[in-house]
């Protein structure tokens, strides 16, 4: 059964380094999903992306953020400076059309 | 702005009990509702999606409704188990379809044997 790829699954790291989180949707689907979950919260959109183009970004916080999609197939999403709020699960979603969104395991960030 | 509610925040069950759980949100204009499961620690399996058109979906003892007017859907889980001890999320997405999730807190559930 194909599923979304994350990498890597933990990652710890001191404030102000900077961080990059990978994502491998499931083949055929075009939009693509970031999310953030801060412990004890529901995940919430930080990027949707439909092929390479960014359809909505306006919860990213973009002096520190930034994600790309450049072949309309995998995605990395980059955190520089990493700041101790940024402590969070970082998860991955993709979707046919209106289809069932399918989420992949997640990145577990630590900010010291 | 899409608002969703799940109540209750945690619940604690003996094995075999039927349960309900229920997510309420506050802009009826959605497209799908989906029911998730979340391990601690991991990511989110889907469980169930209801299009707006229809009243409810089934999957093994799971029964999902939903009453998009009144915008509340509830998830009845029957005879429960110890391995359905995890947190239940909600979320639904806009009436286009094709939109970003918005998600409840979750409930958290312990099925104790």
């Known amino acids: 059964e194909a599923e979304v790829a994350q990498s890597p699954r933990y990652k710890i790291t001191e404030k102000s380094q900077a961080v990059a989180f990978w994502c491998d949707p499931i083949s055929g689907h075009a939009t693509l999903y970031w999310y953030r979950q801060i412990l004890g919260q529901g995940p919430e959109l930080l990027v949707q992306f439909q092929d390479e183009s960014v359809v909505d970004d306006s919860q990213l916080p973009k002096d520190r953020f930034s994600a790309e999609r450049l072949k309309g197939v995998d995605s990395t999403l980059k955190i520089q400076p990493a700041e101790l709020g940024d402590s969070a699960m970082y998860l991955c979603?993709?979707?046919?059309?209106?289809?069932?969104?399918?989420f992949g395991p997640g990145t577990r960030l630590t900010v010291l | 702005k899409q608002e969703v509610t799940q109540i209750p925040a945690a619940l604690s069950v003996p094995e075999g009990e039927n349960l309900v759980l229920n997510c309420s949100f506050t802009?009826?204009?959605?497209?799908?509702l989906q029911w998730f499961r979340q391990d601690p620690g991991k990511g989110l399996t889907s469980l169930l999606l209801i299009q707006s058109s229809q009243r409810e979906q089934t999957s093994g003892r799971l029964n999902a409704s939903l009453d998009k007017s009144s915008g509340r859907s509830t998830l009845y889980i029957a005879a429960s188990q110890p391995g359905d001890s995890a947190t239940y999320l909600c979320a639904v997405d806009r009436q286009s379809g094709n939109t970003p999730l918005v998600f409840g807190k979750g409930t958290r559930l312990s099925v104790i044997a």
């Open positions: 979603a993709s979707s046919l059309l209106t289809d069932t969104q399918y």
């Open positions: 802009d009826s204009a959605i497209y799908n």
